[in-house]
């Protein structure tokens, strides 16, 4: 069953071995775990429902508390501490595009807020719920989860966008075709999520990030319907698509999706790779995803992922040997891993491996072999439930991310890491900051942080605030390098407050026209992309 | 010297061989040379301007008459036949932003009307000016055409708007790099003019079209700057990157484009290949394309347009023998001609090539070699001159362009050729309609249809009515098949009736909104894009 207070399945554990449990001892000091509130005093607590009954709609306290918050590290607090924001006053779960449509002009006669939902996985607060006067509704779209066509001949397939990540790949795989649209939170993300937020999967270098997956669809807006027709490419106009992509739910819900599908590869194996230290790596992977060679996934950790990450692996007899093979081939303290996936026909597979071998060897690279890949991809979703093994350890974590032209991956990388140090030591705390990029780009790179540090003492709100601080620190070194607010995690309201660098002041006009021309009412998820919602709880 | 009512400079020509010559009489009995007007007789017709004198704006007659139409058929006859429309009242040539701006903020104070003006290789009405009581401005960004930074860490180069593409590669090439953006249209089209009109480039399967290529920019629009900063991939809202691909000129003028560009191939070459039948060709080329191989160009002709070009190569002896040999080898009269790009280092193209002979071997493929290829490559700007060439032996000559999905590319090939023969044979006329697809994805094709048709007696009216019919006729069926209104050539004003067939009556109402929000008063480029300008003289 799904954790309510946590990530996954409650039937999935990640346990922390000793040598993991003793870095982050020597690294951030003792965890303070805290005291978790039971969902049942969270419950106890939801107010009446605003929304008088209606049969599509249910108010019980369990399907709004369900609904409330996603997965961001201060949805996570506010659920740990029973730390409770307004909850939603219904939840829908409409089973067609006629029922949003019916739901949305309810709301709009009532003067409802609604907030679309599906997976529940935004780590960006899309689905914070205002203080309000007006009910709030949050539509989910997770029983529109079916694949409703496959044209072969085109590989486009049709889905309801509720459709969670597995149930896309299932019901594509019985027919012999893949999405190939890996995120880290696939288990529970949503075709429709992927695509109003941008998402991009573990092997977008094969499959495209959602953007080049999308080929048309069917929003449902409070003004009426946008139909987008699948194209194979077009010169007419602007591109509709690209406005549903990132609307985030503020144009519409998103109710069904079109996407390109692919048959399922003849070959797919993940490859570890080691190079010698950050400025080696980052000039491989850079000649690598310039050449265009056919690979699927590259991602490369710096050198404090790489330590964290062996030190994880458990094995530490095994690691230990290994690490002295690789320090006699070059690769010492300040090695870098690369884990290199390669998706394609057998011929073309082979020739990109023996490629990027040759190329890798020139920057000093020692090939390591398919067996840390293939463990890679067994636990490719299982990173997010560490998360809830570090929390029962007093441990807090979250992740920043953004992109940014290659001049300044390093600069960024190193500021992001030292703008969160810099914020824990001003609270005379330690912060234990990682970082990996894990989608490249002829013209530069994604940017994925970690940051762990061990949870304070005295509940929700000094919880909270360090949070905040992180948040904006961070951001502010993301701006100073040109960064964007987020390479795949979107905007909601965490980022809302910075999207203005990058839109300058035209474009934010522009998106608030927008939203004010499908929306003029102001349905559809205040204060999500832009900063026009709120009031917000101080929690 | 760049022709003034014909294609390209008039040093160069394009002979008819007397086979092509005798086919023309053949399918479409003897031509009727029309009689051509003078530049003189139509500068004579000018009226005067109603521009008052200043230092950034012409308003001589000849330079005028230069900006006054475009390359589509209607205004090939409009000069050929000395039918002037309205001109503009004066042609600008601002050399940087800030004039642009300048000029903006002028025609917002004065109400002028405002057309944007690059290459001026517009074949699809962009150029035309409304009869208005408005002063009409052509604002030429044709000054703008220096490379102006180069990242090569990033592969990153922005260049002024106008930069023609001999002088994007000549000014990349000097640095070892290439944008590999080559339309048709490449000797005078420009780098603004691509990305305002969503172009696409022969090699667009390696390179991407120009939507993967441009990276950002700048923008001055009536209310203001728009600064797209680059980002290698981002999921911070909808992509505004999308509202300037395709905005024709309606929400600004683009002043500077951040184009994505990649060192020059280590091995280029181009492949004929033959394919028995038009059912076989299809599913073979689909077959390559589906597979994702590292290809850089295909281009598909169909019978018909296969019998055209080798009778348009000349050499019939040498003709004759490769086709005897292609008949003994099963392709016989229904045979199509594939031409293959391979562009990459020199392993991955000999790994490419092999791949995709060895996949177009098992649709009966006959692979003739790399010989005719060099031909068309070194022709492959040439296509254009043709068209001065049979309008002096008494034809006229039109191409219509659509993309759609892979089940209806037969169809609606057949329906686009069918639509033109209905047409002509109403006024007793033939044409000789033929057909190939350039552009493919995995998803479906362009669709790229020539015209030849005998001018018609009678000077412009006749002629323009016959045109008239057959865009209409084609528009039709290729909106009964769900193709799009342009794949390649942008909407102007000659496919603005069709574009609410895609966009559907939502999306029409939110490009409206937008030209509103960024163009309050109307002053960009009206009637273009969307049908809100005008009214259009009759010629």
Redesign the interface.
């Known amino acids: 069953m799904r954790r309510w207070n946590g990530w996954g399945d409650d039937a999935t554990s990640m346990a922390l071995n000793d040598n993991a449990r003793a870095m982050m001892h020597a690294r951030l000091g003792p965890g303070r775990p805290g005291q978790d509130a039971t969902r049942e005093s969270l419950l106890a607590r939801i107010p009446a429902s605003r929304i008088s009954a209606h049969p599509l709609i249910a108010t019980d306290a369990s399907s709004r508390l369900s609904m409330a918050l996603g997965e961001s590290f201060a949805d996570w607090i506010r659920k740990r501490f029973g730390a409770l924001p307004p909850v939603p006053d219904g939840v829908a779960y409409p089973e067609s595009s006629e029922q949003v449509r019916e739901l949305l002009d309810l709301a709009q006669q009532h003067g409802w807020i609604v907030i679309p939902i599906a997976g529940g996985t935004s780590v960006a607060g899309h689905l914070d719920c205002p203080v309000s006067g007006r009910p709030i509704l949050s539509l989910s779209v997770s029983r529109m989860n079916r694949l409703l066509h496959l ?1 072969t ?4 397939a049709t889905f309801g966008a509720g459709t969670p990540g597995p149930l896309v790949e299932a019901q594509l795989r019985a027919h012999g075709y893949t999405l190939g649209h890996f995120p880290q939170s696939f288990e529970y993300s949503t075709v429709g999520g992927w695509v109003v ?4 999967g573990q092997q977008s270098l ?1 499959y495209g ?1 959602i ?1 080049a997956l999308f ?1 048309g669809g069917h929003l449902e ?1 409070p ?18 698509r ?2 549903v ?4 739910g503020r144009f519409g819900v998103l109710t069904e999706a079109t996407v ?1 599908v ?2 399922l590869p003849e070959h797919e194996s993940f490859h570890a790779i080691f190079l010698p230290n950050w400025d080696a790596a980052e000039a491989a992977v ?1 000649t690598l995803v ?5 690979l699927s996934m590259m991602r490369l950790s710096n050198g404090i992922e790489t330590e964290t990450n062996l030190t994880l692996a458990g094995h530490a007899t095994l690691i230990g040997w290994m690490e002295r093979y690789l320090a006699l081939r070059g690769c010492g303290t300040d090695k870098c891993m690369l884990m290199l996936g390669i998706t ?2 057998a ?2 597979a082979r ?1 990109a491996l023996n ?1 990027a071998r040759r190329t890798l060897r020139s920057f000093g690279a020692v090939y390591i072999g398919p067996a840390m890949g293939s463990k890679w991809a067994a636990n490719r979703f299982k990173g997010p439930y560490l998360r809830n093994t570090l929390w029962d350890e007093g441990y807090c974590a979250d992740t920043i991310e953004t ?5 300044q991956v390093k600069p960024l990388m190193l500021a992001m890491e030292q703008a969160a140090r810099d914020v824990f030591a001003a609270y005379g705390e330690r912060v234990h900051a990682f970082t990996h990029l894990s ?1 490249m ?6 940017i994925y942080s970690q940051y762990v540090w061990p949870t304070a003492a005295g509940g929700f709100a000094p919880n909270f605030e360090r949070w905040q601080k992180l948040k904006a620190a961070v951001a502010q070194a993301i701006a100073d390098h ?10 909601g309201r965490d ?1 809302a407050t910075q ?1 203005h660098v ?6 934010m ?3 608030a ?2 939203c004010k ?2 929306d003029p009412q102001g349905t559809m998820n205040p204060g999500k ?1 832009l900063q026009d919602g709120g009031p917000w709880a101080s929690t």
């Open positions: 044209d001949t085109s590989q486009l937020t941008r998402s991009s094969r990030r953007e080929a807006t003004v009426g319907p946008l139909h987008i027709p699948t194209l194979p490419a077009s010169s007419a106009g602007p591109d509709l690209e406005l992509m990132g609307s985030e390109r692919t048959p850079r310039q050449r265009k060679l056919p394609a026909d011929r073309t020739h490629e992109a940014v032209d290659w001049p989608h780009y002829p013209q530069g790179s994604s040109g960064g964007t607010v987020s390479h795949q995690h979107g905007v980022h999207l990058e839109k300058g002041p035209l474009g006009a522009t998106l026209q927008l021309h499908f992309l």
